[in-house]
């Protein structure tokens, strides 16, 4: 079992729809990253979390930490948000050693 | 300008031969890493450096080196390709990252027929 788990790992959408992926860890962590990878392309952090909830343009991100799962939120979807979405968990040690989860590709239909 | 920029974006190479990836952060970074995303896109660590120095390894053939020249760099060196070496390579920096995170390369889309 990977200490970082993503569900779904394939979702598909229309257009407007609110989506969410969800990302469960097993381990200590002293932070949760969202990261978003279009077909092809290099990969852009999208959320950094440690507590709480954040929130940029149409995406939001939250985590409990008790529960150790963050759930990632998009508002009234576009085929433009068609990307993998990683989730990774950094460990305790300065050096930022980052685990990732498996990905969800998310696929938005116009 | 790119903040952290990797050469080449694409290599094709055949099996047996010996190939190297660069890496270059313009960020000011201290950490610098090598990251392996394979098939199924899943993303692997493999090396971290700080300030030049090793340190984190995790379970790579030893046909893998890096090579840090210095804290700017962190270049990927593969000796005797093997087809199962086929993968996107990420390189990544960091300072300070459960303050400011990472900044990750464009991959380069490594090839071994």
């Known amino acids: 079992k990977n200490e970082v788990e993503q569900s779904p790992q394939n979702l598909t959408a229309q257009e407007g729809e609110f989506i969410t992926i969800n990302c469960s860890y097993s381990?200590?962590?002293?932070?949760l990253h969202w990261l978003q990878q279009h077909p092809g392309g290099g990969i852009v952090s999208l959320f950094m979390l440690s507590s709480g909830k954040k929130k940029h343009g149409r995406l939001i991100a939250t985590i409990n930490i008790q529960e150790k799962h963050s759930s990632l939120h998009i508002t009234a979807s576009h085929p433009r948000d068609s990307a993998v979405y990683i989730c990774a968990v950094a460990g305790g040690t300065s050096y930022g050693k980052l685990t990732f989860g498996q990905g969800t590709i998310l696929t938005v239909h116009p | 300008d790119t903040a952290v920029s990797q050469t080449p974006k694409y290599l094709v190479t055949q099996m047996g031969n010996d190939k190297s990836i660069k890496c270059e952060q313009n960020l000011g970074h201290d950490t610098m890493y090598w990251y392996k995303q394979d098939s199924k896109k899943f993303l692997k660590i493999m090396f971290s450096y700080n300030n030049k120095e090793l340190i984190i390894n995790e379970t790579v053939p030893n046909r893998f080196s890096p090579k840090s020249p210095d804290k700017a760099h962190l270049n990927l060196h593969i000796n005797s390709l093997e087809l199962g070496d086929s993968a996107v390579y990420f390189c990544?920096?960091?300072?300070?990252?459960?303050?400011?995170?990472?900044?990750f390369g464009s991959g380069t889309r490594l090839t071994v027929v």
């Open positions: 990544a920096s960091s300072q300070s990252p459960e303050i400011y995170g990472y900044t």
């Open positions: 381990v200590g962590i002293s932070a």
